[in-house]
């Protein structure tokens, strides 16, 4: 969820990116131009550590297509993600990302269908000579979701993203305007379940997703495409809630997560011949489990498979489902992502909820321009299209 610059250099083919593209939005994956987007941007996954990316989500947002919905015949909406700033870098050279995204969901008859549209912006100042002049990097991704539940406790999903980028200087110079468009897809597979158990209801939880598989962005001066920021993810979770009840819901809840994020995006060097080979994603989920040798500036080192993958825990705790609090801790694959603790909280009214989180990042010398502490803040909406009226917790206290 953020841009980084690690400085290295790979070959003359990404030396020659490097040149039109702003670092810090290269290095973050590796070599995708939009790594900024590794990180899931829900208000609730972020501040669980990334932990529930691919877990039931009780929102229209999710990563993985194949989670249904909570309800059927219920139109979710999410706002954008507001946040108290940009997420700025500690460097005058970055002007900060904003971020824009939203997103709707309905599900009927076992199928659920979301929309997600991811918008991110920054500037950034490119030397021309001795004089900055400010260029803008914006990109856009919007995903279409179709998961069916096969059973009451099983279902599958797909999903197809469409990606933009253009870095366009604000004013003429001797620079080009770079523009490149990318399309991939998204398997999920999703199993929720649901028993008793002295008092408490237990739903253990576990989801397998492969997000923005592609051959990535094409650019016609450079030989090899850009990739995406392909993933596989895996994550358990439990969720546990008592059976005594308080204003008609269970009085309280408790949910522990993790996950674990496989990252795509890579560049291979063959120190031998000096090749850099940049594999798609389709053939990165059969081949990406070896390390990956890259060109440091002065030798070649090896980026074990350990190092590849991301770790994320989560602990949410809720009251009468209603007031929900949050608390998680994400971390590993410095080269694609950077560490952080989080902690969140969310009031649902059920027409409408309020969610707010915070982000800590980790101090670390891996990256020489590391984001600051960020505060997000999100509205999720629903709507029932059946007219009916529900039985909400203001209802409750106002004695309807």
């Known amino acids: 969820m953020k841009t980084i610059t690690t400085g290295f250099t790979l070959s003359a083919i990404i030396a020659s990116i490097v040149l039109i593209l702003p670092a810090g939005l290269m290095a973050q994956s590796f070599n995708s131009p939009i790594g900024w987007h590794h990180n899931d941007f829900d208000n609730r996954a972020a501040s669980l550590g990334q932990s529930t990316s691919a877990l039931f989500n009780p929102s229209s947002h999710s990563l993985n297509p194949a989670v249904p919905l909570p309800e059927e015949g219920v139109l979710y909406l999410n706002s954008p993600l507001l946040t108290t700033g940009v997420y700025a870098q500690e460097d005058p050279q970055f002007e900060g990302i904003s971020l824009f995204n939203s997103s709707a969901a309905y599900s009927v008859s076992g199928f659920t269908f979301r929309l997600m549209v991811d918008r991110s912006s920054q500037s950034y ?6 004089e900055p002049f400010p260029v803008d990097f914006i990109n856009t991704m919007a995903k279409l979701h179709a998961g069916y539940a096969i059973t009451e406790t099983f279902s599958a999903g797909v999903g197809f993203t469409y990606s933009t980028f253009t870095d366009e200087p604000r004013i003429a110079i001797r620079r080009d305007t770079v523009e490149a468009t990318a399309w991939g897809f998204s398997l999920g597979l999703f199993y929720r379940d649901e028993f008793q158990m ?28 850009e990739p995406m920021p392909g993933q596989i993810r895996l994550a358990f979770g439990l969720d546990t809630r008592t059976n005594a009840l308080w204003l008609d819901r269970p ?7 993790t996950s674990f994020n496989k990252y795509l995006s890579r560049s291979d060097f063959d120190s031998e011949t000096g090749e850099v080979t940049v594999p798609s994603g389709f053939e990165a989920v059969f081949t990406g489990w070896s390390p990956v040798r890259r060109f440091d500036g002065m030798g070649v080192m090896e980026i074990p498979l350990r190092d590849q993958i991301s770790a994320g825990l989560g602990v949410e705790a809720g009251l009468a489902e209603t007031m929900f609090f949050r608390f998680g801790r994400f971390g590993g694959a410095d080269f694609w992502t950077e560490s952080y603790t989080s902690a969140g909280l969310e009031l649902d009214l059920y027409y409408i909820s309020f969610g707010v989180s915070h982000i800590w990042y980790d101090e670390t010398d891996q990256f020489a321009f590391p984001l600051e502490n960020a505060t997000n803040f999100s509205v999720t909406a629903r709507i029932p299209l059946d007219g009916q009226p529900r039985n909400t917790v203001i209802g409750r206290l106002l004695g309807r």
Not at 251 to 257: E, I, K, Q, T
């Open 125 to 130: 100042f490119y030397f021309h000579g001795a």
């Open 198 to 225: 002295q008092g408490f209801n237990l739903s253990p939880q576990a989801g397998l997703s492969f997000n923005d598989l592609s051959t990535g962005f094409s650019e016609e001066r450079f030989n090899e495409n």
């Open 251 to 257: 009085a309280f809840s408790l949910g522990v997560y």
